[in-house]
């Protein structure tokens, strides 16, 4: 494992044929694009914007970065990038847990699907090689049971799986893959793209390596400096002390609702008011967590684990009841009961679903029942066990109503005839963060090359009064440069590939830093930024090639037309238009087109 | 401390850390009308010596390393600051540093 010869090891699966072929991938992209989302939206690129996502012709990229697997803190992260079904973007997506570090230990840089197979199938990777075997006995199975099937086979020893449920065999338009039954490659849809291709899992044995470095002295330095910061008790990274190692992603839950800044009712409201406490890390913290698992190489661990001992639920043993699902299927369909939250979060980790999305799909027809423009009996706000009954209908696709909002929110309010209750940008549903209360998360939302996403920018870091940097929630002058850098910052980032949590307690300083080191060649902060921006309209370019042209940057009318009436962000809308003419300007696009010369100033074109 | 002769009721929250180290989720106060946002959390401080390395820097004023939300807006972003004066009818919430995602 050698991050000076990232790239050379690239199995290009033709799942028709079933030919496997190692192909370095071309030295100009690793140098200009470096590895995992940046790589793999070359590649997408390369194979053409205007396929159909759910068409053989789609391809289906799992991107290692340079750093993925190594001693690097929170390096245990890899991507899957492909044309989604949800957007019709290009989309990638990011997991934590084992599978990235084993997969480079077994020998690959990353792993390119086209095709489609003729019958269900996974692939195994052992020591450089990687076969197609017969998955016919595990497809209709949920994930969990799917784990342990391969576990049973191959042995739990060095082993990962990383696997699709009903929900990516049934093509639901937000189907993830997971990872070690919970880690996700959650948004998109990638898990659709691989049932469309009858490619069931990834499993991979691999014992650990080490990397191989031209200055281990300096290797060791640079990674001790990394962690003494996420140490450092001022972070919310540092573990057993900060936020994020304590409470969990969940931590988030209270300060966003004090801030009038959580969508709440569909996003009719911007807070839960009382009832958040009852959906809160804090809450979690002290009724029901029994664990803090981690990934691999990150003393942080911010996963949590919970058991619920009580009710309809009861033995019911998951992670991770996160901030984003908490929501989703909390507050935003006005239900505050934490165990059926983590019920649900677990259907979502068995059938191999988004609950960013799910919940959306659901607050919208919620909303939908409020107003009586079903034609059913309809979804009451708060339900929870008709929740919990319906995720399994849209998992399997199993009912009208399930198939129905198995489409996602955008497309099923199409069909319900009012496209305005559902909360999406480009078609991929909003996050856990209001755009009235956090004017940065809403341009950062519609500028998102990959549809609504909190992690594209995640200014919230900024506006939450979190990091060393100014930003007034309410303002909207700003934004734009604030949301550029960031997103530029997390493209490079997601490339290596970090975790996002590291940008909490390192700056492009300490990536360039430990990317330099493992290179063995000059690389500082400025081409950080220069490398992140490049990644950036690469994707905005794939996008204008795949039809987002002018007007595809923009926010649910809700967001814009109706002031928050809470406490925190009362009275405020989301001043879009001026934040998108500031932030085009800083790009130097064209009404959202990344133009010629600037694709050419950066070396796309 | 005196807070004067026509105190009001202030209602705290406490969230994450600052909770666990005051060992309740909320802490109800008498202030004066004219009290500042500084001298309320120099009176949680009196009251647990504890919460002072995280309300308050090296110059003993309100750091970083907190976030103090009056009615849901965060005191940097006010005026006055931490010189902000209180009234009964507001509610404070303080919060460590803390996001996620």
């Known amino acids: 494992m050698d991050a000076r010869t990232f790239g050379e090891a690239v199995a290009h699966v033709d799942l028709a044929t079933g030919a496997v072929e190692m192909r370095p991938a071309p030295r100009d992209w690793v140098e200009k694009y470096i590895g995992g989302r940046g ?23 799992f991107m290692n970065g340079p750093l ?20 019709g973007t290009v989309t990638d997506s990011h997991q934590g847990g084992w599978t990235a570090a084993r997969v480079r230990w077994a020998g690959f840089d990353g792993l390119v699907f086209d095709g489609r197979a003729p019958k269900p199938v996974y692939a195994f990777l052992e020591d450089g090689r990687l076969e197609l075997r017969d998955a016919s006995a595990v497809w209709g199975q949920g994930i969990h049971d799917t784990v342990k099937f391969f576990q049973e086979r191959y042995g739990a020893k060095d082993l990962s799986v990383c696997a699709i449920g009903p929900a990516g065999e049934e093509q639901v338009r937000f189907a993830a893959w997971l990872n070690e039954d919970d880690r996700a490659f959650g948004r998109g849809g990638t898990g659709a793209v691989a049932g469309s291709k009858n490619l069931k899992a990834i499993v991979v044995r691999a014992p650990r390596r080490t990397s191989t470095v031209e200055d281990p002295e300096a290797w060791k330095d640079a990674r001790r400096k990394v962690l003494d910061r996420i140490r450092d008790e001022a972070h919310i990274t540092s573990p057993k ?123 919208l027809y919620m909303e939908a029942t409020e107003k009586s423009w079903v ?100 303002a909207w002058q700003g934004k734009g440069a604030l949301v550029k850098a960031f997103q530029d910052l997390h493209a490079f980032s997601d490339s290596l590939d970090l975790c996002k ?13 430990q990317y330099a080191i493992a290179l063995g060649e000059a690389f500082g902060p400025d081409d950080v930024a220069l490398t992140g921006e490049r990644i950036y309209n690469l994707e905005r370019h794939y996008n204008n090639r795949a039809g987002f042209r002018e007007g595809s940057d923009d ?26 003419e500031e932030y085009y300007r800083e790009r130097g696009w064209v009404e959202g087109v990344a133009p010629e010369a600037k694709l050419r100033e950066l070396g796309i074109l | 401390m005196s807070w004067g ?15 666990e180290i005051v060992g309740q989720k909320t802490v109800d106060l008498q202030v004066g009308p004219g009290s500042t946002v500084q001298a309320l959390a120099e009176e949680l401080v009196l009251r647990w010596p504890e919460l002072g390395e995280h309300l308050f820097d090296a110059e003993g004023r309100l750091g970083r390393r907190v976030n103090v939300f009056i009615d849901g807006r965060n005191l940097r972003w006010l005026p006055d600051r931490e010189q902000t004066r209180l009234t009964s009818t507001e509610c404070i919430d303080l919060f460590p540093p803390v996001a996620g995602g």
């Open chain 1, 39 to 61: 790589l793999g939206v070359r590649y997408l690129l390369e194979n053409g914007p205007e396929v159909d996502p759910l068409s053989p012709e789609n391809q289906l990229c």
């Open chain 1, 375 to 474: 034609k059913d009996d309809g979804l009451e706000w708060g339900d929870a066990s008709a929740m919990v009954a319906l995720v399994e209908e849209i998992g399997r696709r199993s009912t009208p109503l399930g198939n129905l909002l198995a489409e996602g929110p955008a497309r099923a309010g199409q069909e319900i005839g009012h496209p305005e209750l559902a909360m999406a940008v480009k078609g991929q549903a909003i996050p856990a963060y209001d755009p009235r209360g956090l004017k940065g998360m809403g341009l950062g939302y519609a500028t998102s090359n990959r549809g609504a996403c909190h992690l594209r920018a995640y200014t919230a870091g900024a506006e939450t009064g979190v990091l060393p940097i100014d930003a007034d929630p309410l």
């Open chain 1, 68 to 87: 993925s697997g190594s001693e690097a803190s929170m390096s245990g992260r890899w991507a899957c990038v492909t044309k989604s079904p949800l957007t």
């Open chain 2, 5 to 19: 002769s026509s105190e009001a009721r202030v209602h705290v929250s406490l969230f994450a850390t600052l909770r």
């Open chain 1, 241 to 363: 002390k900060g936020g994020l190692s304590v409470y969990g992603t969940n931590v988030l839950m209270n300060v966003a609702n004090t801030m009038g800044a959580l969508p709440t009712r569909n996003s009719q409201l911007t807070a839960f008011g009382e009832r958040a406490e009852k959906i809160s890390g804090e809450f979690v913290q002290e009724s029901i967590l029994v664990g803090d698992p981690t990934c691999h190489a990150c003393p942080v661990a911010c996963k949590k684990e919970v058991e619920i001992e009580e009710g309809p639920y009861a033995g019911l043993r998951m992670e991770s009841v996160e901030y984003e699902p908490a929501w989703s299927l909390g507050a935003n369909c006005d239900n505050d009961d934490i165990a059926s939250i983590a019920k649900m979060i677990d259907q979502c980790n068995d059938l191999g679903m988004d609950p960013i999305e799910l919940g959306n799909a659901l607050s």
């Open chain 1, 501 to 513: 949590f590291s940008a909490f307690a390192e700056t492009a300083e300490e990536y360039a830093l």
């Open chain 1, 555 to 580: 926010l649910p009318a809700r967001f814009l037309e109706e002031p928050s009436t809470l406490a925190g962000s009362k009275g405020e809308v989301s001043e879009l238009a001026p934040m998108l």
